[in-house]
């Protein structure tokens, strides 16, 4: 299994970019978005889980940031509006058989990307 992230840059405040994590080798029940600052614990953007086919987000994020998925493709896409400089760090795929109650947490996920930088200016 491979997870391949890509799309990350320098964007201004207010700006966007799109993310894309290509997964081959096989399906899961859940694909996840995790980023990490410098000096802080990975923390949770979003994920679709499978289960039940719908998309969960952070509070952080929501209303701004929009994940999908090509089921034909085995990708997943990040696509990141109006975005801030606490936003500002590496951004990882994540694929995994997480249960509902576990979505959001970065335990539940098997296999990761290789992360992505994403820096936000002021």
């Known amino acids: 299994v491979q997870l391949q992230a890509s799309g990350g840059g320098l964007v201004q405040t207010g700006g966007s970019l799109r993310l894309t994590c290509a997964a081959s080798g096989r399906t899961f029940r859940g694909y996840g978005w995790f980023r990490q600052a410098p000096g802080k614990e990975r923390e949770f953007v979003g994920a679709?889980?499978?289960?039940?086919?719908?998309?969960y987000y952070a509070d952080s994020v929501k209303s701004r940031f929009t994940i999908s998925r090509d089921n034909r493709k085995n990708t997943l896409f990040l696509q990141m509006n109006n975005l801030k400089p606490e936003g500002t760090a590496v951004y990882y795929c994540?694929?995994?058989?997480?249960?509902?109650?576990?979505?959001?947490?970065?335990?539940?996920?098997?296999?990761w990307g290789q992360g992505t930088q994403v820096t936000v200016s002021s």
């Open positions: 994540a694929a995994g058989n997480p249960i509902l109650s576990s979505v959001s947490s970065d335990s539940a996920y098997i296999y």
């Open positions: 679709f889980f499978g289960g039940n086919n719908r998309i």
